[in-house]
């Protein structure tokens, strides 16, 4: 269990770390009027990692019964 959770600690932070650079490539291909299609497939990538991101922060927190 205590492997599972240190598992899911290390993804977390990676996808964090991933969404943060995006943020950094995203931030100059707007400023450098980059190419609109590779921005477009960039902010998908970054919603996608926000959703995973969130799941395992789900997974991370136990369940309380109000």
């Known amino acids: 269990m ?10 977390l932070h990676e996808l964090r770390s991933e969404h ?5 490539v995203i931030a100059r291909l707007v400023s450098g ?9 960039l902010k998908k ?9 969130s799941w395992l922060e789900g ?3 136990p369940d309380i019964i109000a």
């Open 2 to 11: 205590l492997e599972d959770r240190e598992a899911l600690l290390r993804r």
């Open 20 to 24: 943060r650079d995006l943020d950094t």
């Open 33 to 41: 009027l980059g190419d609109q299609l590779q921005l477009q497939r």
């Open 45 to 53: 990538r970054k919603l996608k990692l926000k959703d995973e991101i």
């Open 59 to 61: 997974q991370l927190v």
